[in-house]
C-alpha cells in the first residue's frame, strides 16, 4: 500500500472500518432472526405433537360402540359400559315370576328360555350375539305387546346389564 496516498489509505481504513460494522450488523440481525425461529419452531412441533396425539388418540370402533348400561348389584343400581365382545349374549326378558313354574314354556321350543335365580324364574327369548339384532327384536316383542320387556346382557351365563326398552320408562 505504499504506492497509495494518504487520503486514499484514509478512505480504505473508513470503508473497512464500515464494512467491518456492517458484518457485526448482519450478525446480530442474523442471530436475533434465529432466536426469532426458535419460539415459531416450538409452536409448529406443539401443534404437530398434538395432531398426532389426536390421531393415536381417536377411539376404536369398541370403544364408540361400547354402551351405557343399568347394572344392578346386591339390590342396587350400578352405572357402568358395557364393552362388546364375543363372550356377551343377549336376550329379551318378557317377565319374571317367583310362586309359579314356567319351566315347562321352555321344553321343545327353540328361542324360549326359563332361568331360575334365587327362586325367581325369568322368562327369556332368544339368544342373540350382537345389540342390533336384540333391540330389533325387543321392539317386535314390544309391540306385540309386552311393554315392559328389556334386553339382559349375559356373559358366561351370568348377567352383566339391563338394557331398557324406551317404552317400559315412564318420565
Do not use: C
Not at 450478525?27 to 434465529?34: P, R, V
Not at 349374549?89 to 321350543?109: F, H, P, R, T
Amino acid at each position: 500500500m505504499e504506492f497509495l496516498s494518504p487520503k486514499t489509505k484514509e478512505r480504505i481504513s473508513k470503508l473497512e472500518a464500515e464494512n467491518k460494522s456492517l458484518r457485526l450488523q448482519l450478525e446480530e440481525l442474523d442471530t436475533a432472526e434465529k432466536s426469532a425461529r426458535w419460539p415459531f419452531l416450538i409452536i409448529i412441533l406443539l401443534i404437530a405433537a398434538l395432531v398426532l396425539v389426536w390421531k393415536f388418540n381417536t377411539p376404536s370402533a369398541e370403544e364408540l360402540s361400547a354402551i351405557r348400561v343399568e347394572m344392578w348389584k346386591k339390590g342396587s343400581l350400578k352405572d357402568t359400559t358395557l364393552q362388546p365382545s364375543f363372550g356377551i349374549e343377549y336376550s329379551i326378558q318378557v317377565g319374571a315370576y317367583k310362586d309359579l313354574d314356567y319351566s315347562v314354556l321352555s321344553l321343545g321350543i327353540d328361542g324360549l328360555k326359563v332361568q331360575e335365580d334365587n327362586g325367581v324364574q325369568r322368562i327369556l327369548l332368544g339368544r342373540f350375539a350382537s345389540l342390533p339384532e336384540a333391540q330389533l327384536y325387543l321392539d317386535k316383542v314390544v309391540n306385540i305387546g309386552f311393554e315392559k320387556a328389556f334386553i339382559v346382557a349375559y356373559k358366561e351365563g351370568i348377567a352383566v346389564g339391563l338394557l331398557p326398552n324406551k317404552t317400559a320408562i315412564k318420565e
